[in-house]
C-alpha cells in the first residue's frame, strides 16, 4: 500500500486531455514539492515534473502538474500514442526522520 | 556525459547478502547524493534510502533499517548498496539515481538496473 494515493490506470484516445491524480497528506504532498515520472517498458523512470510545475528541458509542454493542498496532479495534452507508460508521482515526507514516497502507479493506455 | 553504471544481474539464495554497484561518471561525484530504488516485478517503485557521497552519511526507511548498508568508494566514484537477510520479496529490479537537488527527489539520472533474483 503506497503512500500517495494514485488511481492504477487511466485512458485516452489521441489528441485527447488525460489527468492523473496524486493524492497525500499534510507531511508530503502537503508541504513538500511533488515530482512526476514516466516509466516505459523494461526501462527506467524517467523525470517529467519536478517542483510540483516545473519541466525538466527536453519534455514536450503537452505535459503539465499542478498542486493543491495534500493533492497534485500531472496532465497530458495532445495524447500520442508514445505517451502510453507507467507514471508515478513522488514526494519527500517529513515523517520520521524523512523519506521518500511514491504513488503506485498509474498505467496509461491510448487507444 | 552523465552516466550511472550498475553491476550485473545477480540470483542470490533466501538469507544471502546481496552488493549492488553504481559506478557515476561525467560529474563531480562528491557534489549530488545518490538513492537506490527497487521495483519489484509488476510493482511500482520503493525507495530504499539516500547517501552523500561527500560524506558518507546515509538514511534509510525503517523498512530497511538494519538490513540495509550504504557506502560509496570516492577513488572510483561508486556508491555501493548491500542488503542483508534476502527473501523472495526482495526479487526486484534495484536502480540508483543521482538527486540534482540534495534532499530531493529531483532524480535526473538513473542507473540501468540491477535484477536481484532471490530463489532456493
Known amino acids: 500500500q503506497s503512500v500517495l494515493t494514485q488511481p492504477p490506470s487511466a485512458a485516452g484516445t489521441p489528441g485527447q486531455r488525460v489527468t492523473i491524480s496524486c493524492s497525500g497528506s499534510s507531511s508530503n504532498i502537503g508541504v513538500n514539492y511533488v515530482y512526476w515520472y514516466q516509466q516505459l517498458p523494461g526501462t527506467a523512470p524517467k523525470l517529467l515534473i519536478y517542483?510540483?510545475?516545473q519541466r525538466p528541458s527536453g519534455v514536450p509542454d503537452r505535459f503539465s502538474g499542478s498542486k493543491s493542498g495534500t493533492s497534485a496532479s500531472l496532465a497530458i495534452s495532445g495524447l500520442r500514442s508514445e505517451d502510453e507508460a507507467d507514471y508515478y508521482c513522488a514526494a519527500w515526507d517529513d515523517s520520521l526522520r524523512g523519506l521518500v514516497v511514491f504513488g503506485g502507479g498509474t498505467k496509461l493506455t491510448v487507444l | 556525459q552523465v552516466q550511472l553504471v550498475q553491476s550485473g544481474a545477480e540470483v542470490k539464495k533466501p538469507g544471502a547478502s546481496m552488493k549492488v554497484s553504481c559506478k557515476a561518471s561525467g560529474y563531480i561525484f562528491t557534489s549530488y547524493y545518490v538513492h537506490w530504488v527497487r521495483q519489484a516485478p509488476g510493482q511500482g517503485l520503493e525507495w530504499m534510502g539516500i547517501i552523500n557521497p561527500s560524506a558518507g552519511n546515509t538514511n534509510y526507511p525503517q523498512k530497511f533499517q538494519g538490513r540495509v548498508s550504504m557506502t560509496r568508494d570516492t577513488s572510483t566514484s561508486t556508491v555501493y548498496m548491500e542488503l542483508s537477510s534476502l527473501r523472495s520479496e526482495d526479487t526486484a529490479v534495484y536502480y540508483c539515481?543521482?538527486?540534482?537537488?540534495?534532499?530531493?527527489?529531483?532524480?535526473?539520472?538513473w542507473g540501468q538496473g540491477t535484477l536481484v533474483t532471490v530463489s532456493s
Open positions: 517542483r510540483n510545475n
Open positions: 539515481a543521482r538527486d540534482l537537488e540534495g534532499y530531493g527527489v529531483y532524480f535526473d539520472y
